[in-house]
């Protein structure tokens, strides 16, 4: 007898349906939620056994050793743990001893490193040297205040950056110190800092032309991302979007080698702040390394600051210079009318958040009237006010 095909009841069909319409919506929701963010954790795995090697020559091992730390670090024990400790406690035991409140030397070295982004060179001039070859602390009382400080505020980086810019010394000028000295103050100490009227001034730098003792502020010129990212906010450019992936200015090729070729598209997609940018260790940007931006394949604990020729000729010529310069232009149009006097008010606030002199008034008038308004919002990027900071 030959055998029948199975049957499927009506209401098998209407419930294979239904199942069938749920999992299309299950589908959907799935493909529509976010990814999945990923976490990085570390495996560890048992450390292996680390033995003293006589005179160095790794084929002589001698006994084996527990991990410790410097021992020379008065008033802190260097054990970091036994034979028998695990890789999670020696890490955790090397944090505790980093970071212990008995432990001065990360926190004078955070300290010194925050102080050199702020006044272009640290307490101590060689950042990642504080042992005997690198440099004195030309104030050691204060280093060692600074990193006081920073264990009361519990290791606020916040705090401290808080506390430099609204000291006495942060807020000087460059020319001659405008922070007044006590009243009653005659001494010449080029640490007091010059006297209201500038008497003083001539004595503080024929004692510290250098100004190691902070008499007057440095002037700096902006760091290169810096100076990138000041010229898209004043032109209205600058993309502040924050966290997701860097951009990419750059071009990847496959030839005889990988080759990185830096692009220069207008696009608000390289517009983000430089924080942002995705860096090729092997490539250096033309634009960046021109202002002393170091190499990506190179860790300096200090920027060379330099002055040249080729860095002027940048800063007037290059595509990027001139397209923000187009987009400044349009930004001072846009606010400001067709109005020249009323446009080269509006672009010296944009450009130095102030208003212009009068002589400065009558020069940029004259130079927008012969050049357009471009080339006047080109000559202000490439000024000395928007460059360096004073």
Partial sequence: MAAQPATISDADKAELARLQQRRAELE??????????????????????VKLLKRGN??????????VSLACVTGLKPELGTLQSSDGDRRKAFAEWVTSPANPLTRRVLVNRLWHYHFGAGLVETPSDFGLGGGLPSHPELLDWLADELLAQRWSLKAIHRLICTSAAYRQESNSGSVPRPSGSGSADPRAGPLPDGRGTDRARSIDAS????????PRRLDAESLRDSVLSVSGKLNAKMFGPGYRD????EEYAPVYRYITPDSPDLWRRSVYRFAVRTTTHQFLTTLDCPSPANLVPARNTTTTSLQSLTLLNNDFMLRQSSYFADRVKSDAGTDPATQVTRAFQLAFGRKPSPIEATAAEALLESRGLPQLCRMLLNSNEFVYVD
Avoid: G, H
């Fill in 28 to 49: 959907k929701q799935i493909a529509a939620l976010p990814a999945p963010t990923k976490v990085y954790a570390v495996l560890t795995e048992p450390p292996p056994p």
């Fill in 58 to 67: 790794p084929e002589q091992p001698a006994d084996e050793v527990s991990p």
């Fill in 211 to 218: 100004n190691r003792l902070l008499w007057r502020m440095n």
């Fill in 250 to 253: 750059f071009e990847y090729q």
